[in-house]
Every structure is written in C-alpha cells, then in structure tokens.
C-alpha cells in the first residue's frame, strides 16, 4: 500500500509540475497550513490502500456514501454551520447504516461481508477525508484549487518516501516487477484520480461547499458495484443492502436540507444585490442633483437653503447623505 501510494504520488507530481511555473506559490506560514491540511488527504490515500486489502471493494464505498454526514457534522463543529432538525436525522441514520456495515463481519463468516480491521479502516479514511474536505474550505482565502493540488502531490511525495522504503525493505517487494494491469491502476489513480479529481473537488468546495462536493459519492457505489463484480467476482448480502440503503437514506436527509438552506442563501444574496443597486442609484441620482443645482463658477459655493423654513435644499441633503450610502455600498461589496 505504501509503495502504491508513493508511485501514485509521484506521477500526480509530475503532472503538476508544469502547473508550478505558472502557479507560483509562495513559502510562507498559509503554506504550512496548507500542507497540514493535505496531510488528512495523504493519510487517507495510505489508510484507504491498508483496508481496502482487507475488506471488499463494494463494502469500501458504500461505508464512504456517509462522508456527508461526516462532513455535516464537522460543518458545524469546525465552520459553524447551522444544522436543523433534517441533518439530526440524516447524521443518525448515516452512522446507523455505516455500524450494521461495519460490523457484519461479527454476525456472519460471509466473505462478502469484509472484515472487521478493514472496515474500521475504511471508516477512518472516511473520517480523514472529511477533515480535509472541511479544513480546505479556508484555504481559498490565499491558494486555488490547482495550487492546492499541487502541495497535495508534493506533501504526498514527501510523506510516502520513508514509509515507502521502510515497507520495500522489510517486506522484499519489487518495485520493479509491477505488472502491466498495476501500472494501469497507478497512473489512473495517479493522473486521472489525484489531480483531475481532487482539482474539480476544489472548485466545488470553492464555490459550493465541502457538503455539495461530498455528493459524487452517490455515483461512486453504482459504478463500484459494476467493476466490481466483472472483475472480482464480489457480490452484496443482505446485510450490507440494508445497511447501505439506511446510509443512503440518512445522506439524503443531509443533502435535501443542505439544497433548502443554500436556495435560500442564493435569495438572500439576490435581496442583497437589489438592495446595493438601490443605494447605487439613490447615490447616482443625489450626484446629479447636486451637479445640476451647483451655482455657475462658484466650486466653494454655500449649499442653498430655503429663506422661509431655513432648511437645506435637496442637493446639499444629499451631499450630506452621499458618505453614508458610500459607506453603505462600499460594505456590501
């Protein structure tokens, strides 16, 4: 797994470097951050690699459709997001259908039930995923996604080289007698997975969030079932259907009250906008007004008023108003 991970590391690596001419990136304390954060993301890749081995490849991807609910949870704990009574539920039921997943290798000796040390694997790379999905949410204010990607890959490198040589020489592997099918897997995981992946997971988180960025788990299951079975010959108890479908089900409840808050988010903003182009045109029309009302050659005029209520005129209230609703537009924007 180690060394798996290390070849996957340095081929995603070679992918970016051309991007790091371009996408400069400075050696500073938000770096540091940076790589702490990637660093949920390389312990997931290891952790991931150890408990696949051990349980099935259908099993590892229905335990990680409750990466939503995880990620709701740590929404709230760590951004503050507000969770509603649909995510109590949806978080409940997840973890519900994740621990009758997780444990059926107690109930029964079926093969296609996994095992117990893989499945808690699996759950704990699904706790590291999480971690790096909500943490890197911040790491928009100073990187974009492909410079995040590209400290992914260089942290991943770096990480993996000691592990790496330590698993080589104790257990005898041949890093050079890889079989052509692996080569395929690591420069699929490598090129496609690390960068291509991980890139557009970014933009989502960038401009969605880590719970909407989440939501590719719906599609990953299917298409694990499929290859799944073709290639391994690996099939689904009756167990590991119900406990997905609880899964499924608690992920819904998260991500149809998450699709509520963020339509009414959008609205807000839309209020907001129509109410920054009113105080926009009010300032617009007063500029006029006072343009229009100046005296002929006198710049330095006295603002006019009224001889028989001895109140200011129009223009000059609005001259008095215009720092304000400048102050006003100017935080808005």
């Known amino acids: 797994p ?18 790091l001419i371009k996408y400069r990136i400075k050696l500073d304390k938000n770096l540091i951050k940076t ?3 990637t660093l949920f993301l390389t312990a997931n890749f290891l952790i991931f690699a150890y408990g696949v081995r051990l349980t099935t490849a259908s099993i590892s991807q229905i335990i990680y459709v409750i990466s939503p609910v995880v990620i709701a949870g740590l929404s709230y704990l760590i951004l503050n997001e507000r969770v509603n009574s649909k995510k109590v539920l949806g978080i409940i039921l997840g973890f519900i259908g994740a621990g009758v997943i997780v444990i059926l290798p107690v109930l029964n000796s079926n093969p296609f039930s996994g095992n117990l040390i893989g499945n808690l694997l699996i759950m704990l790379a699904v706790l590291t995923f999480s971690l ?7 790491l928009h204010i100073n990187f974009s996604p492909i410079q995040i990607v590209i400290v992914l890959s260089f942290t991943t490198l770096f990480a993996m080289a000691p ?12 890093i050079f007698n890889i079989s052509r099918l692996a080569l395929f897997s690591i420069f699929y995981v490598g090129a496609i997975m690390t960068v291509a992946y991980y890139t557009l997971h970014q933009y989502a988180i960038k401009h969605g969030s880590p719970l909407a960025a989440s939501t590719i788990v719906y599609l990953q299951p299917v298409a694990t079932f499929v290859w799944a079975a073709v290639l391994l010959g690996e099939g689904l108890t009756p167990g590991v259907i ?26 807000q903003k839309l209020n907001r906008i129509i109410t920054l182009s009113s105080h926009s045109s009010r300032r617009i029309f007063c500029l006029q007004s006072i343009r229009i009302k100046q005296p002929k050659g006198r710049s330095n005029a006295r603002p006019a008023t009224n001889r028989k209520t001895n109140s200011f005129s129009f223009s000059d209230k609005c001259a008095r108003s215009y720092s304000g609703l400048e102050n006003i537009y100017k935080y808005g924007e």
Do not use: Q
């Open 2 to 19: 180690a060394l798996f991970t290390f070849l996957r590391a340095c081929l995603s690596t070679l992918v970016v470097l051309p991007f």
């Open 163 to 174: 592990l790496t040589l330590y698993e080589v020489l104790t257990s005898g592997t041949k």
């Open 242 to 267: 119900v406990g997905g479908t609880i899964a499924f089900l608690g992920t819904y409840f998260i991500i149809n009250a998450s699709s509520k808050k963020e339509i009414i988010d959008i609205e």
């Open 132 to 138: 790096y999905s909500v943490l890197s949410k911040k």
């Open 35 to 37: 790589i702490l954060v």
